[in-house]
């Protein structure tokens, strides 16, 4: 059963111009977005830049403001009361940055950094904290002379593991991550991502994991999602999505992955231009007149594509 | 394969930086050779020193309080002996560089065309129309659509696709023999760096021009690159053509590298590690094999005292002795007992 339910989300941000600055369009960073969540399961989202992935997380989390649509958590609408201080739904809904180094001030100490969402959302004595943040420095596997340094003392990964820290101070049930390896060198990123697979395990964790990279996301997600130009394409369970892509444009994407076999780079570049022109050929049974991307179909339970003529199948 | 001639050749490379009266080599005893119509990809973390060395062979470092030492030989002369404006003559002309970030490498308040010509003005002879002729060509020849709206253009009006294609048309202008490429698709989504990869390759066969890649994405480096550098500590540890190596990787910090990319078709739950990390410019060990700290399960006595590059078999070169032993932390044997076990 799903705890978190996303009802056609929407952010659009209005375009003003002409004689009285009035608003004369919209640009649809998100538009029409739905999605479920479970417990233990990681959900990735991705797309290019620009396709409104990183807003959809961000609205999710309530740092961007929703036009419509509604968040449901375990049962409740809890759309407009994603910013009060103390909610439920912000302590359990939480959120990792690209940027660990922006995502954290430069002039506070590792300690109060950690101490923050203690603060915010647990009513503890200052002892209590004090374990509670070494507690969470062991939990990524840090001394505890972490303590009394700044955030500029720290590696990339190790700053990127004590925004994880500071994210699960409060025992989440969910953890927002916005391209959390993106900035990290292979084998750092091979450490962050296993540990975030730790610390799934340990405490039923769900992700919504937001990525460019379909590597790392084929290792990470349960179920994935493809965004562009702020909806959905596609969107199944990671075998439907590698397997059997039905869009173009997801097709378009997994060409696009380098592979680590130069004995096949000739075969794939030609594959890669029969999907280029298959994308510009075919456009209109994945695009309308405008561009856009067309609603939703169900092909089986869990894969849905958004095309011309998809027939539900399989169910 | 065509039969190539070498057009660049760096022979016992140093270069070091000072940091409060003293001075750190970060890129250490590099020799390679740049054959026409090659991509030679430089791979490692960030810290190895490969963007050092990219930034060395056109000589881009500030000369207060940088050393570079060693030669770099090209059409029989050592550009690191070159003066300022003999370097200029020769950057953009002969030797092309692509940054990394587009953004930075315009400049803002210049529109497209304008941008392009400048180096056109520098380095030939062609009047006011030719060049404007030359910057569409350009621009068509990089992929841009609608090059005569695009040169009108300024930086910020364009996509980070377009963009690094602008850079590269500025970069191809001259014709050079030699484009050095550091990182040119790190910043850009996966299809557009897809086509930028293509587009360099369609440009390297019309131009014969030798490119050496910097990328620390193996990804890319199986796309494009004909042989393969792996930098580590300032030092090359290996040395191969590109399906040798991924076929046969030898180092340990190669199969380390290798071993830590999210596998497409493995179900394993966990990727391997390794262990602590790329050691800062002042803190770098000047002897002894330098990836040793990384893999402290393998006897000290398997590594060399000096490490040098071995020719293992043809072209194939590999830094200290301890690949022969190395082994992951979690298995059996080194390479050598695998060998011998098949």
Known sequence: ???????????????????????????????????????????????????????????????????????????????????????????????????????????????????????????????????????????????????????????????????????????????????????????????????????????????????????????????????????FVESGTREEIYANPQHVYTNRLLSAIPNIEPE????????????????????????????????????????????????RGGM | MKSKNDILNIKNLHTSFRIKDHYYHAVEDISLTLKENEVLAIVGESGCGKSTLATSIVGLHPPGNTKVTGEILYKGKNLVEFKEDELNKIRGNDIGFIFQDPLAALNPLMKIGEQIAETLKYHTKLDENKRKERVLELLD??????????????????????????????????????????????????????QILDLLNDLQEETDAGIVLITHDLGVVAEVADRVAVMYAGQIVELATVTELFRNPLHPYTRSLLNSIPQADSNNERLEVIQGMVPTLTKMPRKGCRFAPRVPWIDETKHEENPALHEISKDHFVRCTCWKDFHFEHQEGGLQHELHAN
């Open chain 1, 1 to 231: 059963m799903s705890f978190m339910q996303i009802k056609d989300l929407n952010v659009h941000y209005p375009i003003r111009g002409g004689f009285f600055n009035t608003v004369v369009d919209h640009v649809y960073a998100v538009d029409g977005v739905s999605m479920e969540f479970e417990k233990g399961k990681t959900y990735g989202l991705v797309g290019e830049s620009g396709s409104g992935k990183s807003t959809t997380g961000k609205a999710i989390i309530g740092l961007e403001k929703i036009t419509s649509g509604q968040i449901i958590y375990e049962g409740q609408n809890v759309t407009n009361q994603r910013r009060k201080r103390n909610s439920a739904y912000n302590r359990d809904i939480q959120m990792i940055f690209q940027d660990s180094t922006s995502a954290m001030n430069p002039r506070k100490r590792i300690q109060e950094i950690l101490a923050e969402p203690i603060r915010n959302f647990m009513k503890v004595s200052p002892q209590e904290e004090k374990r509670r943040i070494i507690e969470l420095l062991e939990i990524v596997g840090m001394s505890e002379e972490a303590l009394l340094k700044y955030p500029h003392e720290f590696s990339g990964g190790q700053k990127q593991r004590l925004g994880i820290a500071r994210a699960v101070a409060c025992n989440p049930k969910m953890i927002i991550a916005d391209e959390p390896v993106s900035a990290l060198d292979l084998s750092v990123q091979a450490q962050v991502l296993n540990f975030m697979k730790d610390i799934q395990n340990e405490f039923g964790l769900s992700y919504l994991f937001i990525s460019h990279d379909l590597g790392v996301v084929r290792h990470m997600c349960d179920h994935i999602s493809i965004m562009y130009k702020g909806r």
């Open chain 1, 264 to 311: 096949t780079r000739d075969e794939r570049k030609i594959k890669r231009r029969a999907v280029e022109a298959a994308y510009k050929a075919d456009s209109h049974k994945y695009f309308d007149e405008k561009g856009k991307v067309y609603p939703l179909k169900d092909l089986s339970q869990t894969h849905k594509v958004a095309m011309m003529g998809a027939e």
């Open chain 2, 141 to 194: 020849q990089v992929g841009i659509v609608n090059p005569a709206r695009v040169a009108n253009q300024f930086p910020h009006q364009l996509s980070g696709g377009m963009r690094q294609r602008v850079v590269i048309a500025i970069a191809i202008a001259c014709k050079p023999k030699i484009m050095v490429a550091d990182e040119p698709t790190t910043a850009l989504d996966v299809t557009i760096q897809a």
